[in-house]
């Protein structure tokens, strides 16, 4: 099921960012490094485009499929680690994507990948900030989704793998010696909630999302970083899945 999410997660981003698969003026690269691959979907379709240029993705979890195009190679790695098993200035490109939690200070994996970069090549790292956002008054500070998120932030801050990074991640590349740096911001719905049509569908799947990962996150975050039995979090879990289908709230992830 997590695997059927990290798909849908994936297929939400790339009709967000208009179908593109990254954003760096990518040139004819060499290699390509993808950070926190999940089930390898961003590296195959890479692959295709770059069909000459040698793609690995790396990841804790083996959940990638076998089958995939000859310039394509999953490597189980922690990205933590200082060594990355390859000498300095090999990539030309590097990628992350909604690694939000998943290290303790995520300023180490920019301060290496500016190391293992070539000269010219290109650090990108597409994430969710974790608050959410409303424009028009209609999220109220008792909003039951935003009280999780908060709740998530403070359980994840205990266990000291902080949620919030995407809004640091302009400074940390410009102090790691990274220059020409480029920021973009989309909004991505909590659900259905929009007229626009496009972000309309964006909410449905966001929603389906949500609701989808929802428990496995309060699992892995409340239990660890605050104590709570898996009891108290299904009963706390009530309100807030009625929260992310309630259209009569307008809020959204920046991303």
């Not at 310039?71 to 390859?86: K, Q």
């Not at 290496?112 to 290109?122: D, H, I, T, V």
């Not at 959410?132 to 209609?138: H, M, P, Q, R, S």
Request: include cysteine; hydrophobic fraction near 40%.
């Amino acid at each position: 099921i997590e695997n059927d999410r990290l798909d849908l997660q994936y297929e939400i981003l790339k009709m967000l960012f208009e179908g593109r698969a990254y954003f760096a003026p990518l040139k004819n690269p060499k290699k390509i490094l993808d950070i926190g691959t999940g089930t390898g979907i961003w590296p195959i379709e890479m692959a295709h485009q770059f069909p000459d240029c040698e793609i690995t993705g790396t990841d804790l979890s083996p959940i990638q499929p076998q089958w995939v195009p000859d310039n394509v190679r999953f490597v189980i790695d922690d990205a933590s680690e200082e060594d990355w098993m390859i000498a300095p200035s090999s990539y030309d490109y590097i990628h992350t994507r909604v690694l939000l939690g998943c290290f303790t200070d995520f300023r180490h994996i920019v301060a290496n990948a500016f190391r293992y970069l070539r000269p010219g090549g290109w650090l990108e790292s597409q994430d969710y900030m974790h608050t959410l956002y409303c424009d028009d008054g209609t999220m109220s500070e008792a909003y039951p989704f935003q009280r999780w998120t908060r709740t998530q932030d403070e359980a994840a801050m205990a266990i000291g793998r902080p949620l919030r990074i995407a809004n640091k991640l302009r400074k940390w590349y410009e102090d790691a010696g990274f220059v020409d740096v480029h920021e973009v911001v989309y909004k991505l719905p909590v659900n259905g909630w929009p007229k626009d049509c496009k972000l309309k569908m964006l909410g449905r799947f966001s929603e389906e999302s949500l609701l989808d990962g929802i428990q496995a996150f309060s699992l892995a975050w409340l239990h660890r970083g605050l104590g709570w039995s898996k009891e108290q979090i299904e009963v706390y879990l009530v309100d807030v899945r009625k929260a992310i289908s309630d259209r009569s709230v307008h809020a959204y992830h920046k991303m």
